[in-house]
């Protein structure tokens, strides 16, 4: 396993040497004349300027705005790597722009922010709102991502998304639909057991209950998190009133018995065969941690989890929030959304879910491919029309509107990217 790590660490420092990265910008209006010079530039371009000026809400229309996001972080939790600065974070953030492009059409460009203050970043932020159709917050470490994404959202009138929250919690929350119809389970009365506190893991927990899970509990490195339970910040104070019902004290291991899904978003290694053994029949097992996950796809098959998916690409069922943030941002930024809300997640979630059919349905399938491309076209118009109907569009667009010319774009990026660097 090490020697492949070496292998993709090699290939990551090759793609990028001399090549000043992997993202780069290109026209896409012509100027080869000085007629085209004095359309894309003076005197022609003050004319867009005095219209915009009449009315803001043009720039979505009239400049590259309304199909370009910003990828923001301030690199203090960069995947498994921690506080490693903005620098640092910078190929992380141009490697989730290019996902953004090739995976949902959708551009984006990677900023790190050289503070750890979070008003001082939330001030940053909301600087950049005329130039940006909506805020992508990655790689910001807890409990300040919180306020970071709240104050954010209340302020700004375009979409914000903490996707190490949101996108992860989706990402989770159609691999259980999926997993649970696969094994007969309902997800209301199944015993759901997350182990991790953290941004996602609180977040998987929301979405859950939102979905109509009844019966979750959430453990940290302290234990079960339970009501009155000291150290806790204000995120996992406000978990304890919606999860472990029971209010029950304990360890991981007292929570994992009889428990129906166990779900890591926390280290590696942590669950162990005999923890397995102890769940309910017919268990589902989600391993997420990355790179490495809390227990390896066959040795949680062979302690007897019915269903196993990790967040890894070589083996069944990955979960991962790439299936998610590309089509999101599709979506709301299709109906220029000011906000991504619940009824947004949920039917991204449910979108994901639905692309398995019952036929297709199996233990090494329930949860659809990252490089399926009807993932992003479904679920950006299943988010688009979640939109609309909870009021936070800003114009109405046939939601079938958008899967068809979503699946078209993407078949002509991938075709018109690989004419380009052929030739290169």
């Known amino acids: 396993m090490e020697e492949i790590f070496m292998n993709f660490d090699?290939?990551?420092?090759?793609?990028?040497?001399?090549?000043?990265?992997?993202?780069?910008?290109?026209?896409?209006?012509?100027?080869?004349?000085?007629?085209?010079?004095?359309?894309?530039?003076?005197?022609?371009?003050?004319?867009?300027?005095?219209?915009?000026?009449?009315?803001?809400?043009?720039?979505?229309?009239?400049?590259?705005?309304?199909?370009?996001?910003?990828?923001?972080?301030?690199?203090?939790?960069?995947?498994?790597?921690?506080?490693?600065?903005?620098?640092?974070?910078?190929?992380?953030?141009?490697?989730?722009?290019?996902?953004?492009?090739?995976?949902?059409?959708?551009?984006?460009?990677?900023?790190?922010?050289?503070?750890?203050?979070?008003?001082?970043?939330?001030?940053?932020?909301?600087?950049?709102?005329?130039?940006?159709?909506?805020?992508?917050?990655?790689?910001?470490?807890?409990?300040?991502?919180?306020?970071?994404?709240?104050?954010?959202?209340?302020?700004?009138?375009?979409?914000?998304?903490?996707?190490?929250?949101?996108?992860?919690?989706?990402?989770?929350?159609?691999?259980?639909?999926?997993?649970?119809?696969?094994?007969g389970k309902n997800l209301k009365t199944a015993k759901i057991v997350i182990n991790g506190a953290g941004a996602a893991g609180a977040s998987i927990a929301r979405l859950l209950i939102l979905a109509g899970?009844?019966?979750?509990?959430?453990?940290?490195?302290?234990?079960?998190?339970?009501?009155?339970?000291?150290?806790?910040?204000?995120?996992?104070?406000?978990?304890?009133?919606?999860?472990?019902?029971?209010?029950?004290?304990?360890?991981?291991?007292?929570?994992?018995?009889?428990?129906?899904?166990?779900?890591?978003?926390?280290?590696?290694?942590?669950?162990?065969?005999?923890?397995?053994?102890?769940?309910?029949?017919?268990?589902?097992?989600?391993?997420?941690a990355n790179p490495i996950p809390e227990i390896d796809y066959q040795s949680a098959k062979q302690a007897g989890a019915r269903i196993v998916g990790t967040g890894r690409s070589d083996a069944p069922n990955q979960i991962n929030n790439v299936m998610v943030f590309p089509g999101i941002f599709r979506g709301a930024l299709a109906v220029r959304a000011r906000h991504i809300n619940e009824e947004m997640k949920l039917a991204a979630a449910y979108a994901i879910a639905s692309l398995v059919s019952d036929a297709e349905l199996n233990e090494a399938y329930v949860i659809p491919d990252a490089f399926d491309e009807r993932v992003a076209p479904a679920v950006a118009a299943a988010v688009a029309e979640a939109a609309m109907k909870s009021g936070d569009a800003r114009i109405t667009v046939d939601p079938e509107t958008i899967r068809r010319e979503a699946r078209i774009q993407i078949q002509k990026l991938h075709h018109k990217i690989k004419k380009i660097y052929e030739k290169k």
């Open 10 to 183: 090699e290939q990551a420092m090759e793609v990028r040497k001399g090549k000043k990265g992997i993202l780069e910008m290109l026209p896409c209006a012509v100027l080869e004349t000085s007629d085209d010079l004095s359309t894309l530039y003076t005197p022609g371009v003050a004319q867009p300027c005095r219209e915009i000026t009449k009315n803001k809400d043009l720039s979505f229309d009239l400049t590259c705005r309304g199909n370009m996001i910003a990828v923001i972080s301030d690199g203090t939790r960069v995947l498994g790597l921690g506080d490693i600065g903005p620098e640092a974070a910078m190929p992380v953030m141009e490697g989730k722009s290019v996902l953004f492009k090739v995976f949902g059409g959708v551009n984006a460009i990677p900023i790190c922010l050289d503070t750890k203050d979070p008003h001082t970043f939330i001030e940053a932020v909301k600087l950049l709102q005329p130039s940006f159709a909506g805020i992508n917050l990655e790689d910001i470490s807890s409990p300040k991502c919180y306020e970071i994404e709240t104050t954010l959202k209340n302020e700004m009138d375009i979409p914000v998304f903490h996707d190490d929250q949101h996108g992860t919690a989706i990402s989770a929350l159609a691999g259980v639909i999926g997993a649970f119809r696969c094994v």
């Open 213 to 288: 899970a009844q019966h979750v509990i959430v453990v940290d490195k302290a234990g079960i998190l339970y009501k009155g339970m000291n150290g806790l910040n204000s995120v996992q104070k406000q978990l304890t009133e919606v999860t472990n019902t029971d209010n029950i004290q304990g360890t991981l291991v007292d929570a994992a018995v009889g428990a129906d899904l166990l779900l890591g978003v926390s280290g590696p290694h942590l669950f162990t065969k005999k923890l397995i053994c102890s769940m309910n029949s017919d268990a589902v097992v989600f391993a997420m």
